[in-house]
Each structure stands twice: as structure tokens, then as C-alpha cells.
């Protein structure tokens, strides 16, 4: 049985991207969403942002994009679906391509699942954000409460799933060193692949940057990491990379 359409009126090769809201400093709070948003504005796709709470795609998640009337799931798949219909080449060659998977499969893979662990130092404050926006005041603190706890158990099961159990700062030494390997490949570069950025930059920027722009009052490892002078170079890397795929549109909520 084909997905309910949420836009019948739709227009010609238009996504219609279906996300999270964002805040004053991130366009989403989901860093799933920043990265198909990402991916569009890379490539100047047409796309109309469609924020929501209530709405799931198929797989009963978000983000999900409506492209000619068909609907496509989970943010891997969108990405593959846009530069298979559009034609989009993701890096410059064979070679490129290669590096710029095993790239994306490592932020996706290992490095996403540190920085989860480390939301969960954070994650009230994150929860309160969402919360906000869907329950009235009196019960922000009491339902923020529930569901942080409910999350960070969550999380802590789907990363020793992924990656195995240590302590904290075992997590904590991985991820520097995530990090700091990123930041040797990166090198003299302007950005992960060279000259301009490409799909993996775009990883990087939904999944690093998104946590450490996210909630910038709400610090972490991963804001102590990337404000360090081991890791200045990067942080300009981060920067420079949000200014060039977003412009000043990385704090539209709308």
C-alpha cells in the first residue's frame, strides 16, 4: 500500500522536506533533517521545509521529503534518491568517492554514536527546547524530566549496541580522537574533499557541527573539544562549512 501524500498540489522536482523544528541556532533539532536540508542547499535544490511534530513518513519517522508525488524515507536513502533523480555527482571521481564514503560511514557509524553519548550530559536542556513547543508551561520541567530519562537509557543501549560499553572517558578519548583524524584529513583543505564542499561535508556539518552550534549555552565535551586550540582548525573548518552551505538561514526556524 503506497504513503499517504501530504502535499497532493505538488510542484515539478520540488522536495518537500518534512523535519523537526529548529531553534535560534540550528535549522532543526534533529541532525538527521540538517543533513538532508544540507544536501539540497548544496546542490541548490528547489525545497520547501514543512516543520512538524505530528507528521512520520512511512517508516514513522522524520525526516522524510515528498519529490513528484512519491514518498522516501530515511535521510541515507533521500540522499541517494536526489542525486540518483537529478543527476548530482556526490564527489569528483572514483577515488574521491571512495574516501568520501568511508568518511560518511565513519561519522555516521562511530563518531555519531560518541556524540550521543555526550548529549546525554546535556540532554535535558534539549528536551526542554522540544518540549516547549508542544506542551504548556506548567508541565515543561515534569514532561522534560520524563523524557530525558527515557531517552538517555535508550541511547546508552543503542551505542553499546553500536560501538561496545566503556566508561566515560573512554567514550570521551574516542571521540577526540574521531576528531582529531578528521582534522588530519581535512589538512590545508577548505573543506573534507578539497576546494568545495561535497556530500560528506554535509555529514559532518548535520552530525559534529549540529552539536556543537545545536544549543551553544548548553556545554559539553564536544564544545570543549572543538573550542580547543588542538582542534582550532577545525572549528574554522565547522564555520566556514555552515556560512557556505546555509548562508544566515542555519537559525530558520520557519
Keep these: 500500500m503506497a504513503p499517504s501524500l501530504q502535499v497532493r498540489d505538488f510542484k515539478k522536482d520540488v522536495v518537500y522536506l518534512f523535519q523537526f523544528p529548529g531553534n535560534e541556532t540550528a535549522s532543526s533539532m534533529s541532525p538527521y533533517c ?6 539540497c542547499r548544496l546542490h541548490n535544490l528547489k525545497f520547501e521545509r514543512r516543520n512538524t511534530f ?11 521529503i515528498e519529490l513528484n508525488g512519491v514518498q522516501i524515507c530515511e535521510s541515507q536513502v533521500i540522499l541517494n534518491r536526489l542525486a540518483e533523480h537529478f543527476g548530482l555527482k556526490n564527489y569528483e571521481d572514483a577515488r574521491a568517492e571512495g574516501i568520501g564514503h568511508s568518511l ?14 555526550d548529549l546525554n550530559r546535556t540532554l535535558p536542556d534539549l528536551v526542554k527546547v522540544i518540549v516547549k513547543q508542544r506542551v504548556p508551561g506548567f508541565a515543561v520541567d515534569a514532561v522534560s524530566s520524563l523524557g530525558a530519562s527515557y531517552m538517555r537509557k535508550k541511547t546508552r543501549g543503542g551505542v553499546k549496541d553500536a560501538i561496545g560499553q566503556f566508561t566515560a572517558e573512554e567514550y570521551d578519548k574516542m571521540l577526540r580522537n574521531d576528531m582529531i583524524q578528521l582534522q588530519n584529513v581535512l589538512g590545508a583543505n577548505q573543506f573534507l574533499m578539497g576546494a568545495s564542499p561535497t556530500r560528506v561535508d554535509c555529514l559532518a556539518l548535520a552530525h559534529i557541527g549540529h552539536s556543537y552550534f545545536r544549543l551553544p549555552q548548553s556545554r559539553s565535551y564536544i564544545h570543549e573539544l572543538v573550542d580547543s586550540a588542538e582542534l582550532s582548525v577545525f572549528k ?3 564555520e566556514r562549512t555552515v556560512k557556505t552551505i546555509f548562508g544566515d538561514n542555519f537559525n530558520n526556524k520557519e
Design 54 to 64: 505530528s507528521e512520520r513518513g512511512d517508516n514513522g519517522l522524520l525526516p522524510f
Design 34 to 39: 540538517v543533513k538532508v536540508e544540507a544536501f
Design 104 to 117: 560518511e560511514r565513519m561519522i555516521e557509524n562511530h563518531t555519531l554514536h560518541l556524540l550521543r553519548i
Design 236 to 238: 574554522q573548518y565547522l
